[in-house]
């Protein structure tokens, strides 16, 4: 497959265009952002180490019927991915409450939430991604109502997947989130899943396995990005 141009630099990924029409290179760097853009860092081996992550996350999705942009591995830190139309909205799921939803309504952090609570932020770094719903998403036409009930269907059907495959490996699945594009018709997983993108907590400690290591100085980000891909049983250069 030929790299072409450059099509679009998010803040840690970047996706290049191929001669292929239906196929992008994502590339994920070593660039680590926080707070939407107002703390950033160059992490060494942090490109490589999500790159492999996400690969094996998708994989385990694919495998349980969820329809991803993944297609493969192209390097350490590259991978192929199907051509997605995005759509500018992501949707959060919740096991235990932390981050913007103890900030947002008094809670403490760590309770467990049953059900899971699901929100959806507009994806719009200006604005700190704020909080919308299904009736502002479908009047201003960033997806059908139709889409958006694929998409929760999609997002907790993940939930089931992942939760089950951390608490295998001796962790929490706090919350995450997912983005999602149209291929074909279809409502497709796209963006990546690492631990940039969710909350883990040790289940014993409840040490902090995830990128609020980066956004709280609790240092050893990476290192411990590595520790919890070994304990899923990913293989790292
Ligand atoms: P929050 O507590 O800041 O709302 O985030 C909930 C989860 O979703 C957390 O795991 C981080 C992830 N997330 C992102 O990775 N990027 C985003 O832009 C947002 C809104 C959430
Ligand atoms: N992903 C966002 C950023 O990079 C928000 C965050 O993780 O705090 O700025």
Not at 84 to 108: F, K, Q, T, W, Y
Not at 192 to 219: A, N, V
Request: a negative charge; proline letters at 3%; aromatic letters at 8%.
């Amino acid at each position: 497959m030929e790299k072409r141009e450059e099509l679009y630099a998010g803040k840690a990924k970047s996706v290049y265009k191929t001669d292929n029409p239906d196929r992008f290179i994502l590339e994920f760097r070593d660039d680590t952002s926080a707070f939407d853009g107002e703390k950033k860092e160059q992490l060494s081996r942090k490109g490589m180490v999500n790159n492999k992550f996400n690969a094996f996350v998708m994989e385990k999705l694919e495998a349980a019927g969820v329809p991803t942009h993944f297609e493969g591995l192209l390097s350490s830190t590259e991978s192929i991915v199907k051509k997605l139309d995005m759509i500018p909205v992501e949707c959060v799921v919740r096991n235990i409450s932390a981050g913007s939803l103890c900030r947002r309504i008094g809670v403490e952090e760590g309770l467990e939430l049953t059900p899971s609570t699901y929100e959806l932020f507009l994806k719009n770094d200006a604005l700190h991604d704020p909080m919308v719903n299904e009736s502002l998403a479908v009047s201003f036409g960033w997806a059908s109502a139709a889409e958006l009930e694929r998409m929760k269907q999609l997002t907790y059907q993940v939930n089931d997947v992942l939760k089950a495959l951390f608490d295998d490996a001796g962790m929490l699945l706090v919350d995450y989130k997912l983005e999602f594009g149209r291929s074909g018709g279809e409502i497709v997983l796209g963006d990546e899943f690492s631990p940039d993108g969710c909350r883990i907590w040790d289940k014993e400690t409840r040490k902090k396995m995830d990128k609020d290591r980066f956004r709280q100085g609790l240092g050893d980000v990476i290192e411990t990005y590595e520790e919890v891909g070994r304990r899923l049983g990913i293989q790292f250069d």
